[in-house]
């Protein structure tokens, strides 16, 4: 055996991708557990070449351009989105100051609207309190106009004098229609 040959052991001939996940292996030949990948080592080393080199730093080259490429695509969407957020922003507060002026017109429309309310309920009281008073200032004519007949300790001689003069006769009876229908004489 040369130096840089390895010698498998017994478990990496008994090594299979099914075995190793399922347990030990089965005596019984199965599809998937064939005489070939019994042999087989479970890696080779990896041999490395200037090929092999160069077309690994070529790959990763590829990929640090492509990274670039979308860091640039990303800045230029990155200003685009930002242009677009600018002026979504001024629209925004377009709309707010269109909505604000709305309410403020709503809001002074309502003040108005409750101030007329007030109003008209205002007028409404003194109209209630004018017919109040008229009715009130009618009675007390009326009591003015029947105060003339009053009695007062003033007229007191002239009222008797006058009851005395003139003799009324308040027992009488009266029918349903109030009719008097018999009255006692006068003594």
């Not at 399922?22 to 557990?33: E, H, I, K, L, Q």
């Not at 200003?79 to 925004?92: G, I, K, P, Q, Y």
């Amino acid at each position: 055996m040369g130096a840089g040959t390895r010698r498998p052991t017994p478990s990496a001939r008994s090594w299979s991708p099914v075995g190793a996940a399922a347990g030990p292996t089965s005596p019984f030949p199965s599809p998937t557990n064939s005489s070939a990948q019994h042999s087989r080592p479970p890696h080779q080393p990896a041999i490395i070449t200037t090929t092999t080199v160069l077309l690994t730093r070529a790959e990763f080259r590829a990929e640090v351009l492509q990274k670039k490429r979308e860091a640039l695509v990303s800045r230029e969407d990155s200003v685009a989105l930002t242009e677009e957020h600018r002026r979504l922003m001024a629209w925004n507060e377009e709309e707010n100051a269109r909505q604000r002026a709305r309410r403020e017109e709503r809001l002074r429309k309502e003040e108005e609207e409750r101030k007329r309310q007030k109003l008209q309920v205002a007028e409404n009281k003194a109209r209630v309190m004018e017919a109040f008073l008229k009715e009130k200032e009618k009675e007390v004519l009326q009591l003015q106009e029947e105060a003339k007949t009053f009695i007062t300790p003033e007229n007191l001689d002239a009222r008797i004098e006058e009851c005395l003069d003139n003799p009324r006769n308040y027992n009488f009876a009266i029918d349903k229609d109030g009719r008097i229908v018999k009255r006692t004489v006068l003594s």
